[in-house]
């Protein structure tokens, strides 16, 4: 087996084993919190025999029920999990490597073993599309709000309109409330400027969840009821992902990276300083790795508006129910505003609506 074989095999049963221990590493914590594997389930929202497939590791959790089991066990080793890119069909090898191949033990990549970016090499224990769908849903919950008094807030709030809805006065987020008008129950989405000091005086109105509801439905009506326009614009929006995208390509960073290490080399057998060489060496790295995600990123926006042009296609009758998949799935912001709502979806098409 070649050194880069060796590696390559060690990195690929790290994985499988580390995937296995996180999982036991599950139950340790069920135990260590006094929490019945039953409970977990209940609260992650899968089935008592599903969860037991998971502890036990004879099935893998998709995605989305690995962020829920990662917010129910507050773990930061599952948050590790998730966002180790490991996790994808590509990975970034070498990152750590294996010293000793019958200890395992894994050093941390300092340098001393150039790293191969290996596409597609392996299997993927989490396929990329959902990793980056787990990725956003951990930003999105993660996301901090800074308020103009310089107060910070973070919702957990799972509800598919929490952290979306902005009010278009102040700028700040809107917040569920139930209300209970004179016995009359309702629930209702509230500017935080109006619950709370946030340093800034607001008038937003008040908006029932039901006309939230509404608004979506009739945005994506509206969108249905002119095709055209909507598909010509989604065109223009991957154009636009497209130029955007970073000009520096991999491979030509790769290039810049072997002719520094030849360098370095040399440098280093004539005795030369080559400080300055590495440090150009670990910059390239870092830049490898951005753009890597920047790329990815770029193809999940260009994935989304290429799903959305095909809804639109296919979608033949005008929808006549609100469904929160529908949130979830292309919207990215609902501003309240007096006299309108706007809707924006995460393909980069607003859409006003009277409500
Ligand atoms: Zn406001």
Redesign the pocket.
Known sequence: MSAFAGILFCVLSCNTLSIVSEMKHISDLLKQNGLAQKDLAQQVGVTEVSMSRYVNVDRTPRGPILANIARVLHTTTINKILRNEKYIGDALLQKTYTTDFLSKTRVKNNGLVPQYYVEGNHEAIIPKEIYLQVQEELVRRRVVKTSANGKKRSYSCNHCFSQIVI??????M?RRLHWNNRGVKSIVWR????LES?G?E???RTINELVLQDAVVKAINQMLGDKSSYQAQLQLNIASVIRASQVTSVENIDENLMALQQELIQKAQSKEAYDEIADEIFRLRELRQQTTVDTAARDEQIKRINDLQDYIAQQTTHLTEFDESLVRRWIKQIT?WDDRITVELKSGVSIDVNA
């Open positions: 009010c278009g006065e102040c700028g700040e809107f500017c935080i400027s109006r946030t800034l607001c008038h937003a309240i």
